[in-house]
């Protein structure tokens, strides 16, 4: 791409053709963080159990990801590489609402994740990058985008001021629903937990997602609101939806990723959901990301979506 070329935004649904993605990178990550060092539990969980996952293990199932990436001619940006920092997990630096990036407001431990995607930004044109209001604090893997909907995962005041895993906040719907008023947009409360991984949803995708064009993924038991849960099945249609137990929940079974309609990819442990997909003619490429889950993110957390047809 030369110096003066732009790319051109377009993302109106999480399933659409993929064009072009940012895919994190699994390069000089440091060495193994101690537990202070950690924001998320499953980290904690598996640094206790001495199963955190290696560099090594970290850089195969990445590499494995980007060969069906360009196996569908996806075209593949990636961060600069940051000397000991943790650069896997794009999806919550930004995000794209049609053709719009938007910087997100991270949690501060992630703050210089960043700067490693500004080559990337600066390639688009300025009137369509909005850098959201510092009072308005979010996360790209919260906002999920389904037909004339934008979906968040928030919390209230009294979760996000007590909860280091409660990444988004009500302000930022709001910024959102301001800035998008041709768009539906909704705020769902999740179940959160600083130390128990089975009890915490860190995000909307760890919980929900659209796969094809009318199809779900959901974890009910993650909503901290029923009507949010009913209000899903009546759009969506409860024989559309694939229900995760609490165990696949747990392991993130709905952290897949589109392709497009008919492809996604998947992990080779998420046997009872990649059989629905497959009875509804899905093209599932599975791969192993058993290790990079440990870090409490799968696919849609590894990547950032730029341009979808």
Excluded at 163 to 175: G, H, L, P, S, W
Excluded at 235 to 263: A, C, D, Q, R
Aim: hydrophobic share 35%; net charge negative.
């Amino acid at each position: 791409m030369n110096s003066n070329s732009k790319i051109s935004l377009s993302v109106n649904s999480e399933t659409g053709f993929l064009k072009s993605v940012v895919l994190g990178i699994p390069d000089d990550i440091g060495p193994v963080p101690n537990i202070e060092e950690c924001f998320d539990p499953s980290s904690v969980y598996h640094l206790e159990n001495n199963s955190y996952p290696t560099a090594i293990d970290i850089s195969k199932e990445m590499a494995d990801f980007l060969e069906v990436l360009n196996k569908y001619n996806v075209k593949v940006l990636r961060p600069e590489n940051i000397l000991n920092l943790n650069q896997v997990f794009a999806r919550d630096l930004g995000f794209v609402i049609q053709d719009t990036f938007l910087i997100s407001n991270i949690i501060e431990n992630r703050s210089n994740e960043i700067p490693a995607i500004e080559h990337i930004i600066n390639q688009i044109s300025s009137d369509k990058v909005l850098k959201i209001d510092s009072n308005s604090k979010i996360e790209g893997g919260d906002v999920t985008i389904f037909k004339n909907h934008v979906f968040i995962g928030a919390s209230n005041p009294t979760d996000f001021n007590k909860y280091k895993v409660a990444r988004t906040n009500f302000e930022a719907v709001d910024f959102i629903k301001n800035y998008f008023p041709n768009k539906k947009v909704m705020g769902f409360e999740l179940f959160k937990s600083d130390t128990d991984k089975n009890e915490n949803t860190l995000h909307l995708d760890c919980c929900f997602q659209p796969v094809s064009n009318d199809l779900a993924i959901i974890a009910p038991d993650s909503f901290k609101n029923k009507r949010d849960v009913g209000y899903l099945e009546e759009l969506i249609g409860k024989s559309n939806l694939f229900y995760l137990s609490k165990e696949e929940k747990n392991n993130m079974h709905s952290n897949i990723f589109s392709i497009s309609p008919k492809v996604v990819i998947s992990d080779k442990r998420f046997s009872r959901l990649n059989s629905w997909l497959q009875q509804k003619d899905i093209l599932v490429e599975e791969i192993n990301y058993s290790e990079i889950s440990k870090m409490g993110g799968l696919f849609r957390c590894s990547t950032l979506p730029l341009i979808r047809d």
